[in-house]
């Protein structure tokens, strides 16, 4: 969590009371306002600024007079579940909304209440209320008019688009052509006689966050977290053949589950540096796969790998990559000359499942990859 406090889910009012008996003045990393009701603005205002630095607190119902801070509280809409809704609500607002956390302490009998809202870092900059861009300097937030820093913004933005773009790439390319993923021996065949005959993965494909906070990469290493992507790839096959629990691969940069069911298997990848990627395939084809059958396929391979990400707690932005043979796919008009052997197609995304609309939109970019037409809907 942002600063200045590390430990912000135990933070309690003793706690709060002596930090601000420690500090003098509002500084670069934490804000306070009086006891007057918050205005929706003034918390957008201090929560874009503290997005656009290095992430920060706002306190609420805060003052200071000559012996120092105290904590006589504001009046929120309503309680303390009501204050926390309309707090969330405001910052919602925010395009985009940063990854905040809220604590709320009851003051007084008369429904005064002291709120905290701990902000971190934007991930793609800048985080906007309105039209305005503020950033936090020591002591004050104010607007952004300097086209250098809106630039500087912006150039942070954008790199981390490529950053993410990057990682799902390498990724879907990863799972796909790992020479040490033998779908006859991975899936806990003892026995060679026993296994099916297994080909090359149908795909690859790789969703990664463009933030990817060090709470998600402590989150993929914890046991229980491995013993859950177990149930996360179940979904694939309700009745599997044969699994393998999830490990921690031997190059340490990611743990991988793998399931083999009737005729088909599955691989699910999470990786530390933020990405998960999934790869299933057939037995051996002799024919292409058809469009309706590998868009079903992806969908599912998709919503697999955001449900791993969503375990860890990534949300927000993120890029979508898909790598895989343009001859395996045939689309249903159009046959290109000379497709390439192989493609990428990738996008920006949200940590979130693919409608129709997506996956629809995915279909025309594969078929366009592969070389062949594929009109958009006219508007």
């Known amino acids: 969590m942002a600063p200045p406090f590390d430990d912000f889910a135990a933070l ?3 706690d709060l009371q002596a930090f601000l008996g420690r500090e003098l003045e509002e500084g670069l990393t934490w804000e306070a306002k009086g006891s007057h009701q918050p ?3 003034q918390v957008r205002k201090a929560v874009s600024g503290f997005a656009n630095a290095i992430g920060g607190a706002l306190i ?7 012996e120092g801070w105290r904590l006589p509280g504001c009046q ?3 309680r303390e579940p009501e204050a926390k809704t309309w707090l969330s609500s405001v910052i919602g607002d925010l395009k985009p909304p940063p990854r905040y956390d809220i604590q709320v302490f009851s003051v007084s009998a008369e429904n005064d209440l002291v709120a ?17 861009v503020f950033e936090r300097v020591s002591g004050a937030t104010v607007s952004v008019t300097d086209p250098a820093v809106l630039r500087s913004l912006l150039a942070r933005g954008d790199a981390a688009r490529t950053d993410a773009t990057k990682r799902a790439v390498d990724a879907a390319r990863a799972i796909y052509n790992d020479p040490r993923l033998d779908p006859n021996q991975a899936y806990g065949y003892m026995d060679p006689t026993e296994a099916p005959e297994l080909g090359k993965p149908l795909f690859g494909l790789a969703v990664a966050p463009v933030g990817w906070p060090d709470s ?21 096959q309700p009745a599997p053949l044969r699994s393998r629990p999830a490990a921690l691969d031997q190059t340490r940069s990611h743990f991988q589950v793998a399931m083999a069911g009737h005729g088909d ?3 699910l990848r999470i990786y530390a540096g933020g990405a998960a990627s999934v790869a299933t395939g057939f037995g051996r084809m002799a024919e292409p796969v058809r469009p309706n059958d590998l868009m079903a396929e992806l969908g599912k391979a998709w919503r697999l790998a955001v449900d791993a990400l969503t375990a860890v707690g990534a949300t927000g932005e993120a890029c979508v990559s898909l790598h895989c043979i343009s001859t395996g796919y045939a689309p249903h008009s159009g046959w290109s000359q000379s497709p390439p052997p192989t493609m990428d197609v990738t996008g920006m995304t949200e940590v979130e499942a693919p409608d129709e609309v997506a996956l629809e939109r995915l279909r025309r970019e594969l078929e366009r990859e592969a070389g062949y037409i594929a009109w958009e809907p006219e508007e």
């Open 12 to 14: 309690t009012l003793e």
């Open 39 to 41: 205005r929706a603005d």
């Open 60 to 66: 609420l119902g805060a003052e200071r007079d000559r």
């Open 76 to 78: 929120f809409p309503g």
């Open 116 to 132: 905290v809202i701990a902000v971190e870092p934007i991930d793609v900059p800048p985080c906007m209320s309105g039209g305005s």
């Open 216 to 236: 998600c990469r402590a989150v993929v290493f914890k046991e229980s977290f491995a013993a859950n992507l177990m149930s996360l790839a179940a979904k694939t």
């Open 265 to 267: 298997y599955w691989v």
